[in-house]
């Protein structure tokens, strides 16, 4: 764990999702992670059908309670929940808006939380894999996993 930055404060709530918009594959969540990889200039990240597996069976674990807590297994991690009909590309482009946030120049989150956005962009990680279940309470879980992971400790994400 001391190799993250702020594992703890890397989870979300996503309230009022506005797209509406449903699942419609993986495809969704590559693309949408890395058209923001692109916009700074880093490669692309691809399906990996482990990481996706990991990812699933973690989600399938939060379907009675859709707690926002890590699984804390060997890969990077973002997490969201919302309800309604909330994608995982509607999760990711929340995640993304974290970006104002992060400083490349002094490589720190200034004005607000920054890792979600860090761990999309990080340019070591190429693999992704990533689940959306509906909880019983009705809300969405939606977890992505990074292979490798990032934000280690005084490393830039690109």
């Known amino acids: ?73 060997p890969y990077g991690e973002n997490l969201a929940e919302g309800y309604g009909e909330m994608s995982g590309e509607d999760a990711v482009k929340f995640w993304a808006t974290e970006k104002p946030n992060y400083d490349y120049h002094s490589n720190s989150c200034v004005g607000g939380e920054c890792l979600h956005y860090t761990q999309i962009v990080w340019s070591k990680s190429v693999h992704l894999g990533c689940a959306r279940v509906k909880c019983t309470n ?17 490393e830039r994400p690109y």
């Open 138 to 154: 009705g809300w969405m879980f939606v977890i992505c996993n990074y292979s490798p992971p990032g934000n280690y400790v005084g």
């Open 1 to 73: 764990m001391d190799r993250y930055r702020g594992l703890c404060i890397m989870l979300l709530t996503i309230f009022g999702v506005s797209s509406g918009s449903r699942q419609k594959s993986y495809q969704d969540f590559v693309d949408t992670h890395n058209s923001i990889r692109a916009e700074v200039g880093v490669g692309p990240l691809t399906w990996n059908d482990t990481v996706a597996a990991y990812a699933q069976e973690y989600a399938n674990e939060r379907i009675h309670d859709c707690n926002l807590d890590h699984s804390r297994g």
